[in-house]
C-alpha cells in the first residue's frame, strides 16, 4: 500500500469513508488478536486494544489535518479532514498482519514491522493528501502526529486500560 494512485483515488472518493473505516476495524482486530498472549485471553483487553486503535485513527487523523493544513501547509495544500481520515484510513491496511502477532516468539518482530510499513504508508497518504512535494514534510507531518495519537493512546491504556495480570 505504498503506490501514490491508491491514496490519490480514496482522497477523491468521499464514499470510501466506510471502507477506510473498515480497514482500520480490521487492522484494530487484528492487533488485539495478535496480542492476545499478552493479554492472557483477557478480551477485556483485546477489546480495549480494538478500540484505542480505532481511536487513535480518528485523532491522528485530526491532529495530522491540523498540523498539516493549519501549521505547516504548501501552497498547494488543498485538503479537507474527510479527505485525511479516508487516506489515513488506507494507510492502516498492513496492520492487518498483526494477527501474525499469535505466532510464539514473533510477536514483538511482527508488530514492530507492521508499524514501520504502516508508518511508511502513513507518509505516502499524507503526502498525497496534503499535496506535498517533499516527503521529508510528510514524514515531519506523521511523526509529530504520530507521538501525540501514541501519547493519547497510552494515557488511555495506563489510566484506563484493564490489568493484564
Same mark, same amino acid.
Given at each position: 500500500m505504498l503506490q501514490p494512485a491508491a491514496y490519490e483515488d480514496v482522497e477523491a472518493d468521499p464514499s470510501s469513508l466506510w471502507q477506510s473505516a473498515l480497514t482500520v476495524l480490521l487492522s484494530s482486530l487484528a492487533a488485539g488478536i495478535g496480542i492476545v498472549r499478552f493479554a492472557h485471553g483477557n478480551w477485556t483487553a483485546i477489546g480495549f486494544v480494538v478500540t484505542v486503535a480505532f481511536m487513535a485513527w480518528m485523532l491522528w487523523s485530526l491532529v495530522t489535518y491540523q498540523i498539516g493544513a493549519r501549521i505547516l501547509p504548501t501552497p498547494q495544500t488543498d485538503v479537507t479532514f474527510g479527505?485525511?481520515?479516508?487516506?489515513?484510513? @488506507? !494507510?492502516?491496511?498492513?496492520?492487518?498482519? /498483526?494477527? $501474525?502477532?499469535?505466532?510464539?516468539?514473533? &510477536?514483538? #518482530?511482527?508488530?514492530?514491522?507492521?508499524?514501520?510499513?504502516m @508508518? !511508511?504508508?502513513?507518509?505516502?497518504?499524507? /503526502?498525497? $493528501?496534503?499535496?506535498?512535494?517533499?516527503? &521529508?514534510? #510528510?514524514?515531519?507531518?506523521?511523526?509529530?502526529g504520530w507521538i501525540l495519537a501514541l501519547s493519547f493512546a497510552i494515557g488511555l491504556g495506563i489510566f484506563f486500560g484493564p490489568q493484564l495480570s
Open positions: 479527505q485525511l481520515l479516508r487516506t489515513i484510513g @488506507l !494507510a492502516s491496511a498492513p496492520g492487518v498482519f /498483526r494477527v $501474525a502477532g499469535l505466532i510464539p516468539r514473533y &510477536t514483538t #518482530a511482527v508488530f514492530a514491522v507492521t508499524s514501520i510499513w @508508518l !511508511a504508508a502513513m507518509v505516502v497518504a499524507v /503526502r498525497q $493528501a496534503l499535496d506535498y512535494q517533499s516527503t &521529508t514534510r #510528510a514524514f515531519a507531518v506523521c511523526a509529530l
